[in-house]
């Protein structure tokens, strides 16, 4: 299954996107940004990790491609909970030079369309540290995330304790946001 945006296409893990994906993983700035934490990775350990997740049926994972930079990132709805109809939502773009193509908002805008009218969720959770600032505009102000609350010091980086913004989005929400801006007229 393949889905496509106005920029991107949302396609599987192939063996081939390995390497960007450890690459990724293990890049200082991309750690630094996102909320959890990569160990160093090996080659065989996300070999083994490629294998274990083809038997995971509460994420599904997507490479992130555009016709003009080729394969550029990786995206994921997790944690899926089928019963409450919720889930998690997280993006890495491998290349400071694609942040600001406006790669990530067409890459969530399709992979939340997905969500809620295919996968029928009703809520996509997020959490983004607190001082990310350009993923908070991103996912307040580009696809209408709303922010629900802070943990405070939740995340420990760079020798400091760090506050987790709280965001979320149900299908109503995505809905007004496409309605307000037109996202996917033609």
């Not at 991309?30 to 070999?47: A, Y």
């Amino acid at each position: 299954m393949e889905l496509y945006g106005k920029k991107v296409r949302l396609r599987a893990i192939e063996a081939e996107d390995l390497e960007l994906l450890r690459a990724m993983k293990n890049d200082p700035y991309i750690e630094h940004n996102i909320v959890g934490w990569f160990p160093p990775v090996s080659k065989q350990q996300q070999q083994q990790w490629y294998e274990s997740q083809k038997l995971n049926n509460d994420t599904i994972r997507f490479m992130i491609e555009t016709k003009e930079d080729g394969t550029v990132g990786y995206t994921k709805i997790a944690n899926i909970d089928w019963k409450n109809r919720t889930a998690s939502g997280g993006i890495m773009i491998c290349n400071k030079e694609n942040m600001s193509k406006g790669i990530a908002t067409d890459t969530y805008m399709t992979l939340l369309k997905y969500a809620f009218f295919e996968l029928n969720l009703n809520r996509i959770n997020g959490a983004i540290i607190d001082y990310n600032k350009a993923s908070q505009r991103f996912a307040v102000e580009k696809v209408g995330y709303t922010i629900e609350g802070v943990k405070r010091q939740a995340i420990y980086k760079d020798g400091a304790y760090h506050d987790l913004i709280m965001i979320g989005m149900l299908k109503e929400d995505y809905i007004k946001k496409i309605e307000e801006t037109g996202y996917w007229d033609h």
